[in-house]
C-alpha cells in the first residue's frame, strides 16, 4: 500500500513562531487532506488539497502531486495551534484514507 | 448543516464486555468510514461502507469487530467480547461521491474514546 511519511514527528516552539510540516507519499493520490488532533482529542479538517495552494487565514498548504508532497504552513503560531497535526492520502487506485503518524506540535507562552 | 456525530464521546468498559459505537454521517453522504488511534499510534482504517453495502472492510482486525450500516443511514460499530488492546479513539468519517464515483472530502466525526480495563 501507499506509505505516507511525515516530518518533523515532534517540533516545540515559541508563540509567534512561524512553522513547515511536510508530508511525502509513495504513489499518486487523488485526495490528500491535512488535520489538526485538538487535546480533546477531535479531528478537524484543515485542508483539502489534493494539488495546489490554499489558505486559511494563518494556515496554508501546498501539494506539489507530481513530486508527491504537501507542505502545511502555520504562521504567527498560537497556544491553540498545539496539537497532532496528520496528513492523510487517498490513492487513485484506492478508496480510504492513509494517515502518517502525525506531526507533535507543541507552542509554549 | 450538521457535521458527522458520533456516540457516546467515552466509553469505559471492563474487558469482555460488549461495546456499540454509533456514527451518523452528513446527510447525503454515501461513503462512511470507521478509522481508530490506538495507543497514540497512527489513526488506521477499519471499514469502508457505500451506502449500505460493506465496499471494503480489509482493516476490520478481528472477528470481534462488527459493523452495520441499517439503511444507508447511520452506522454502528460493536465490538464483543472487548480486549484491553482494543482501547483508543475510533473515528467515523463520511464523504459524498460526485458524479464520476470520485471519493471527495472526508469529515471526521469527534470520536469515541474507548478504554478497556
Known amino acids: 500500500g501507499i506509505q505516507v511519511e511525515q516530518s518533523p514527528p515532534d517540533l516545540i516552539l515559541q508563540e509567534g513562531a512561524n512553522s513547515t510540516l511536510r508530508c511525502n507519499f509513495s504513489?499518486?493520490?487523488?485526495?490528500l487532506q491535512w488535520f489538526h488532533q485538538n487535546p480533546w482529542g477531535q479531528l478537524i479538517n484543515l485542508f483539502y488539497?489534493?494539488?495546489g495552494t490554499k489558505q486559511n487565514g494563518r494556515l496554508s498548504a501546498t501539494t506539489v502531486a507530481t513530486e508527491r508532497y504537501s507542505l502545511l504552513y502555520i504562521s504567527s503560531s498560537q497556544t491553540t495551534d498545539s496539537g497532532v497535526y496528520f496528513c492523510?492520502?487517498?490513492?487513485?487506485?484506492?478508496?480510504?484514507?492513509?494517515f502518517g503518524e502525525g506531526t507533535q506540535l507543541t507552542v509554549n507562552p | 448543516e450538521a457535521g458527522v456525530t458520533q456516540f457516546p464521546s467515552h466509553s469505559v468498559i471492563e474487558k469482555g464486555q460488549t461495546v456499540t459505537l454509533r456514527c451518523d454521517p452528513i446527510?447525503?453522504?454515501?461513503?462512511l468510514y470507521w478509522y481508530r488511534r490506538v495507543m497514540g499510534k497512527e489513526i488506521k482504517f477499519l471499514l469502508h461502507?457505500?451506502?449500505?453495502?460493506?465496499?471494503?472492510e480489509s482493516g476490520m482486525p478481528n472477528n470481534r469487530f462488527l459493523a452495520e450500516r441499517t439503511g444507508g443511514t447511520y452506522s454502528t460499530l460493536k465490538v464483543q467480547p472487548a480486549e484491553l488492546e482494543d482501547s483508543g479513539v475510533y473515528f467515523c468519517?463520511?464523504?459524498?461521491?460526485?458524479?464520476?464515483?470520485?471519493?471527495?472530502?472526508?469529515?471526521f466525526g469527534q470520536g469515541t474514546r474507548l478504554t478497556v480495563v
Open positions: 468519517a463520511s464523504s459524498h461521491r460526485d458524479r464520476v464515483w470520485v471519493n471527495t472530502e472526508a469529515f
Open positions: 504513489d499518486s493520490v487523488n485526495n
Open positions: 488539497i489534493p494539488s
Open positions: 492523510a492520502v487517498e490513492q487513485t487506485s484506492g478508496s480510504r484514507l492513509t
Open positions: 446527510s447525503g453522504h454515501d461513503n
Open positions: 461502507f457505500v451506502k449500505e453495502s460493506k465496499q471494503d
